[in-house]
């Protein structure tokens, strides 16, 4: 190994947007000691929102004053082993998913929070912790069965394109929610029976028409007036699991006043359940194997966006790509 010193992003303030809180530093490559590993990271997944909630220090559950680390899966090639790591060698791939550990070039971590997977490419790294979470949502707090209709919003994105094809394999009919036409296409091809472009049609009026019961399982990753249809479409005993409300991240919260939410829920006996993925890791480890089995069995497809951001600094052009909407599929930026 030749380089000396790799760069990562960090955080140097709180501020209202990524950009405003960043800077890309230099430090030395450190040695791994007895129970870490070195890894060079090949790919960092790009997840907008959590960067931009964690910039604004508007994460409940994490408190961090400036400077701290930035980015959290990412997958690489182990270059070096601490004297006591036995069960990896230079050479073998890694997935990481900790807070800090995605925007950097290397990082040196105890071997045991480390994945070995197949390859380092940004299908499987999407895998880990992206489509873990759309299954662990699915079929823990969605307790999703069969012969139901599954509706996800953002449909077309790095979770929901997950959620879809999951929900479908498990026997549903699924609907999904986006803003193009050629997302629409790439929805129809994972096996939406209906996709619904928010932008040219209205979403509320496409589910009272067409799904006069309403919807059984509803996987909303963007909040604000689609929660609000949403939650309005529930069918009789309907779950909505809250997975995000992107369209809040780059803004301040809305204020709303209306009728306290268990008037909708009440006379349908629906119900709204939260979900963070790290208060479900129990669940992590079988729907890691299980989702590289459907993927290697080539029953999962896994879409990456194609557009190329090289480096870290390119991630603040990738976080604000995805907050505009325009990305197709997972976001990831390349080492
Ligand atoms: N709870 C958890 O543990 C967990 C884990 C992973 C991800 N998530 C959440 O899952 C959601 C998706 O995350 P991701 O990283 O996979 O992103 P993503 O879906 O790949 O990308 C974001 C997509 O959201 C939609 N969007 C962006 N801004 C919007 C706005 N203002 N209004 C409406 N839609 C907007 C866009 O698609 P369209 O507008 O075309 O639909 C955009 O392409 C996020 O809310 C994220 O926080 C939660």
């Known amino acids: 190994m030749t380089a000396k ?13 990524f950009k405003l809180a960043i800077e890309v530093i230099d430090i030395p490559i450190p040695e791994p000691a007895s129970n870490e590993i070195l890894i060079r990271n090949k790919f960092a997944g790009v997840n907008a929102g959590f960067d931009t909630l964690i910039c604004r220090g ?6 961090l004053a ?34 800090g550990g995605g925007y950097r070039e290397y990082q ?22 992206t489509g873990v979470s759309a299954l662990v949502a699915l079929e823990q707090a969605g307790e999703m069965t069969s012969n139901e209709v599954v509706l996800v919003t953002a449909a077309a994105g790095g979770t929901g394109h997950i959620a879809v094809q999951l929900a479908k394999l498990a026997g ?17 091809e994972l096996g939406c029976e ?10 509320n009026q496409v589910l009272k028409k067409e799904y006069p019961n309403g919807i ?26 809250i997975v995000g409300f992107i369209s809040e991240y780059g803004n301040d919260f809305e204020k709303v006043t209306q009728p306290r939410i268990y008037h909708q829920l009440f006379w349908k006996a629906a119900s709204i359940k939260g979900f963070l993925m790290p208060l479900y890791q129990d669940y992590a480890a079988e729907a890691r194997e299980r989702l590289l089995n459907l993927f290697y069995d080539k029953k999962l497809k896994v879409v990456v966006d194609p557009t190329q951001f090289k480096g870290l600094e ?3 052009n990738a976080v604000e790509y995805m907050l505009s909407g325009q990305n197709c599929g997972k976001v990831v930026v390349r080492y």
Do not use: W
């Open 5 to 17: 010193t790799y760069k990562k992003l960090i955080a140097n303030k709180h501020a209202a947007n």
């Open 58 to 63: 508007d994460i409940s559950y994490i408190k």
């Open 66 to 99: 400036p400077p701290f680390d930035l980015g959290v899966e990412a997958v690489g090639e182990v270059i070096a082993v601490g004297s006591d790591v036995k069960h990896l060698l230079p050479g073998d791939n890694v997935v990481t998913i900790y807070r």
């Open 108 to 129: 040196c971590v105890d071997a045991n929070i480390t994945f070995k997977v197949p390859e380092a490419t940004p299908e499987v790294l999407t895998l880990m912790p």
């Open 172 to 188: 549903n009919r699924v609907i999904g929610t986006c803003s193009s036409e050629a997302k629409a296409q790439l929805l129809k």
């Open 194 to 203: 209906r996709a619904i472009n928010y932008r040219s049609e209205d979403l």
């Open 216 to 241: 059984n399982l509803i996987f909303d990753c963007v909040g604000k007036t689609i929660f609000d249809t949403c939650v309005e479409n529930l069918a009789v005993r309907g779950r909505l699991v």
């Open 314 to 316: 390119s991630i603040p």
